[in-house]
């Protein structure tokens, strides 16, 4: 007989645990839900973010928090991950590609073109495969599946907060991203 249910739950949140610990400890800029469905992928730190201000806590992360629950995910159901390190550093391929694969998330959201340049370059080989040039390219507003994840580039998020017309822009991409799951 193996392992009560309990014990696997626990192995498996310590397991996660270490990841995350070792993706801080080489300066991965982290908030939210480890264990959620959502990703949200910063290329471009805010003011406040680049002076040590928690990932997302602007009105960028507001409005793409109330975004997410108005199309039916749970409040908590998000992460946020920079592009950059705790000394306002480029993160490199390999460790941005390792933090989204510990984060494993159903669906990632690049929230400006810094964000999914960064995408480009950590996940090229997969985006080669895609027969669509757009997906390969992560055009902003195109959906793609990309090693299992659905990717959206939203294009400029925080930039289109003061503009009418950019914000239903960035709702109508936003609505191709609806749960998987059942709503909350």
């Known amino acids: 007989m193996g392992p009560s249910r309990e014990a696997r739950r626990e192995r498996y949140?310590?397991?996660?645990?270490?990841?995350?610990?070792?993706l801080v400890v080489r300066g991965v800029v982290v908030t939210g839900n480890?264990?959620?469905?959502?990703?949200?992928?910063?290329?471009?730190?805010?003011?406040e973010e680049a002076s040590g201000a928690?990932?997302?806590?602007?009105?960028?992360?507001?409005?793409l928090r109330a975004a997410l629950q108005a199309l039916g995910y749970a409040p908590q159901d998000w992460a946020?991950?920079?592009t950059w390190?705790?000394?306002?550093?480029?993160?490199?391929?390999?460790?941005?590609?390792e933090a989204i694969c510990a984060l494993d998330p159903a669906t990632l959201i690049a929230c400006d073109e810094e964000a999914a340049g960064a995408l480009r370059e950590a996940y090229a080989s997969d985006l080669f495969l895609l027969q669509s040039?757009?997906?390969?390219?992560?055009?902003?507003?195109?959906?793609?599946?990309?090693?299992?994840?659905?990717v959206m580039n939203l294009g400029g998020f925080a930039a289109a907060l003061g503009d009418k017309a950019e914000k239903q822009v960035?709702?109508?991409?936003?609505?191709?991203?609806?749960p998987l799951g059942e709503p909350y």
Do not use: C, I
């Open 13 to 22: 949140l310590a397991k996660a645990r270490a990841e995350l610990d070792g």
């Open 34 to 47: 480890a264990f959620s469905s959502v990703l949200l992928l910063k290329g471009l730190p805010t003011a």
């Open 54 to 63: 928690t990932l997302l806590a602007g009105k960028d992360g507001e409005a």
């Open 80 to 82: 946020g991950l920079a």
């Open 85 to 97: 390190n705790n000394q306002n550093e480029p993160l490199e391929p390999e460790l941005l590609r």
């Open 133 to 150: 040039f757009e997906e390969a390219m992560l055009t902003a507003g195109t959906l793609a599946q990309v090693a299992g994840m659905r």
């Open 170 to 178: 960035m709702w109508r991409r936003l609505k191709q991203l609806p």
